[in-house]
Nanobody, 118 residues
Framework: VQLQASGGGLVQPGGSLRLSCAAS????????MAWYRQAPGKQRELVAR???????DYADSVKGRINMSRDNAKNTVYLQLNSLKPEDTAVYYC?????????????WGQGTLVTVSS
């Protein structure tokens, strides 16, 4: 599974961005797609995830401000970020999870930087 993330950039507080993650190679075996982020000096944290059935979960810190969706025809997931705050500044990573015979396999994209600043 290969993941290509894009869409990051510089945005003012209160602004919006949409991140994209295109998946290729073995995508039919993916169980969960997710977005994580890592701010400078902090641990990587889960932001949102979407199951193969379409159900979503969001971190409390972003709930109400973001929406994760998927376009199965394009093998792409999106993360719509709204009402952005400076504390949302981080590198955002796309993640895919595959389970096989009880073993979890994680795949990561290269990360896309989101900077929220005036």
């Amino acid at each position: 599974v290969q993941l290509q993330a894009s869409g990051g950039g510089l945005v003012q507080p209160g602004g919006s961005l949409r991140l994209s993650c295109a998946a290729s190679g073995g995508i039919s075996s993916i169980n969960v797609m997710a977005w994580y982020r890592q701010a400078p000096g902090k641990q990587r944290e889960l932001v949102a995830r979407i199951s193969s059935g379409g159900s979503t979960d969001y971190a409390d810190s972003v709930k109400g401000r973001i929406n994760m969706s998927r376009d199965n025809a394009k093998n792409t997931v999106y993360l719509q970020l709204n009402s952005l705050k400076p504390e949302d500044t981080a590198v955002y990573y796309c993640n895919a999870v595959r389970y096989s015979r009880g073993v979890r396999y994680d795949y990561w994209g290269q990360g896309t930087l989101v900077t929220v600043s005036s």
